[in-house]
Nanobody, 124 residues
Framework: QVRLVESGGGSVQPGGSLRLSCEVS????????RGWFRQAPGKEREAVAA????????FYADSAKGRFTISQANARDKVYLQMNRLKSEDTAMYYC?????????????????WGQGTQVTVSS
């Protein structure tokens, strides 16, 4: 079992920044991908970013490209999402996930373990 606990969510004004953190523990063997996903009310859950634990290579959804940065601790026990130039459209519950991977690095079926989520609200 892999356990993930998110933190760092909150309320921020448009144009502001937040840094989300995810603590990873348990048996991570075979789960080479870490990802961030989000879900707004009435919307489908969507991928935000992902990173390989071995190569440290990041990948981004179009909505996050150029504004968000995914990274991880050297020990691979923490994964981060730095969010800059936030927009109202970024308002959602943000989830950290881990898994062996699926058809591509942002495919949700490739993530078997999920955190409880942390709320991000962007408003004036």
């Amino acid at each position: 079992q892999v356990r993930l606990v998110e933190s760092g969510g909150g309320s921020v004004q448009p144009g502001g920044s937040l840094r989300l953190s995810c603590e990873v523990s348990g048996n991570t063997y075979g789960n080479n991908l870490r990802g961030w996903f989000r879900q707004a009310p009435g919307k489908e859950r969507e991928a935000v970013a992902a990173i390989y634990t071995d190569s440290d290579s990041p990948f981004y959804a179009d909505s996050a490209k150029g504004r968000f940065t995914i990274s991880q601790a050297n020990a691979r026990d923490k994964v981060y999402l730095q969010m800059n130039r936030l927009k109202s459209e970024d308002t959602a519950m943000y989830y950290c996930a881990a898994g062996p991977g699926g058809s591509h690095v942002l495919a949700q079926e490739g993530y078997k373990f999920w955190g409880q989520g942390t709320q991000v609200t962007v408003s004036s």
